[in-house]
């Protein structure tokens, strides 16, 4: 338990940043006169190297030793948040957020691997990622109220040094109490897969971003969307001929795994979406106050942060298709009465729609991170929990480039005035993203789908062992997430069977 409250440590302060920024935004935007997609990219700066590095940091710890990592990844992350709090323009701010990027990707994936190695057991598992998720909700409840506080006393430039006293003790206990650990064999680097991953998400980024400015079928823009695809082509087809990728294509036979990427993607962006335009409408159409703004925000931050931990008890008693069924369907309706907001409307239905919409956002994190390490083996526990929140980041990048970009399109006049009719589609966007959870939900669950991840494990993990001693422990139980029965695989494979799984 002291390991789990010392890995939470990192997730609490990276959702504490997160939340406290976006309240911060307005601020920003004024005192460094930045427009909407100036305000997209001091988010989407930090996100898109962030994504870009999550598998590496955690391919890097599993070889290299997780506590080192851990550790190195708390030292950038607090630094970085110092610098942020120094920026005298919005470019340096933006690098600084890089900065900060660059320790974070060393330590969610790094502590959720740590997690994985030492809860091994299903049920106990599951609880301990339901506790993982509450401390994120912790951080998100806490978030705004101290971002409001700091930016309406000190300014935002104090949201950043809430950081660095944390960051400091979560050093200190980390060097005291948690042991290293690593994977029994060593993973090479893969310079050539990551600077695939980088182009990819970078160009793709950018063109979302910028497409409303520079025109959809401008020069630029197509060409960055065309080098985005390029860099997916060349990633799978490079990575799949690799002996020991940065992220190897064959982990996606495992439906729920790849149901644990689109998910991570869906739900993250509509949560990232939800905050960008929430913030915007409350201070910037509302005329709140950063303190009022966050003390709106605090209830969808409570309701996410008690939704994870309720969360991971039910995947523990009933597995993953409820949870999600119940994200999908709160995600949806709260977007729905998102787009319903004028600038007359009461506090009541404000508070309601963000709850409603927190509610969904808490639901879906524990089968996420649960999909993600139950579809490998535990050695490439470091693997999973990077594709995992990998898949946040990115989905985190494409929220706000999407809600973003669709607002930007819709502005033509002032923001106070122009943005409930501009926001009124991008709303609409987020509440489908719980339609799509809801369908992954159904698809992922089904017995078809876990089995699918009990062959993946049999076969890149260790091409001479049988699937039943390379699945990990908690797929060999005989429930799965669903609450029906895992198809239990001992023995040799027969032929056929091993090529689809990739053994000789």
């Not at 912790?138 to 409001?148: I, Q, T």
């Amino acid at each position: 338990m002291l390991v789990l409250i010392i890995c939470c440590s990192s997730l609490f302060i990276v959702g504490l940043d997160g939340t406290i920024v976006f309240v911060a935004l307005p601020a920003i935007g004024r005192n460094l006169h930045a427009g909407v997609s100036g305000l997209q990219w001091t988010i989407d700066g930090y996100t898109l190297v962030l994504a870009s590095l999550l598998m590496f940091s955690g391919a890097t710890a599993d070889r290299i030793g997780r506590r080192r990592v851990f550790v190195t990844g708390l030292v950038v992350f607090t630094v970085g948040s110092g610098l942020c709090s120094l920026a005298p323009t919005l470019g340096w701010l933006i690098v600084f957020r890089m900065m900060q990027a660059v320790g974070g990707s060393m330590l969610n994936p790094v502590a959720m691997s740590i997690i994985a190695n030492t809860f091994t057991e299903r049920a106990e598992r599951a609880r301990a990622i339901g506790l993982w998720g509450g401390a994120y909700g912790l951080s998100m409840a806490l978030g705004p109220v101290v971002g409001g506080l700091l930016v309406d006393s000190v300014g935002w430039r104090g949201a950043f040094w809430v950081n660095i006293p944390v960051g400091l003790v979560a050093i200190v206990l980390t060097v005291r109490f948690v042991p290293e650990s690593r994977a029994p064999k060593a993973r090479r680097p893969d310079p050539l897969g990551q600077g695939f991953i980088i182009v990819m998400l970078g160009s793709l980024t950018y063109a979302i971003i910028e497409g409303p400015g520079r025109g959809w079928t401008s020069p630029l823009i197509l060409t960055l969307f065309a080098t985005s695809a390029v860099a997916l082509a060349g990633l799978v087809r490079f990575e799949t001929r690799r002996l020991e990728p940065v992220l190897d294509p064959r982990f996606f036979r495992s439906a729920p795994l790849v149901g644990s990427v689109l998910t991570a993607i869906t739900a993250s962006g509509a949560l990232a979406g939800c905050l960008l335009l929430a913030t915007l409408y409350l201070q910037d159409v509302r005329n709140l106050s950063a303190l009022q703004a966050a003390l709106h925000l605090a209830p969808m931050a409570v309701a996410l942060g008690v939704c994870s931990v309720v969360s991971g008890q039910v995947l523990a008693r009933r597995g993953a298709r409820v949870p999600m069924l119940g994200a999908g369907a709160a995600l949806a309706a709260g977007g729905v009465l998102l787009s319903q907001l004028t600038v007359p409307s009461s506090t009541v239905a404000v508070l309601a729609a963000l709850t409603v919409f927190g509610i969904g956002s808490g639901l879906v994190n524990a089968p996420i991170t649960q999909a993600a390490v139950s579809g490998l083996p535990d050695a490439q526990a470091g693997v999973a929990s990077g594709i995992a929140s990998t898949s946040r980041q990115i989905g985190q990048s494409l929220g706000i480039a999407v809600t973003g970009s669709i607002l930007a399109a819709g502005l033509h006049g002032p923001l106070r005035t122009r943005f409930i009719a501009a926001s009124h589609p991008a709303w609409l966007v987020l509440a489908s993203c719980g339609v799509v959870v809801i369908g992954i939900g159904v698809v992922t669950t089904t017995k078809w789908a876990l089995g699918s991840a009990v062959r993946t494990a049999a076969g890149p993990a260790d091409d001479t062992r049988t699937a039943e001693s390379a699945a990990p422990a908690h797929l060999a139980d005989d429930r799965d997430f669903a609450g029906g029965p895992v198809p239990q695989v001992s023995g040799d494979l027969p032929s056929a069977s091993r090529q689809t799984c990739g053994i000789p």
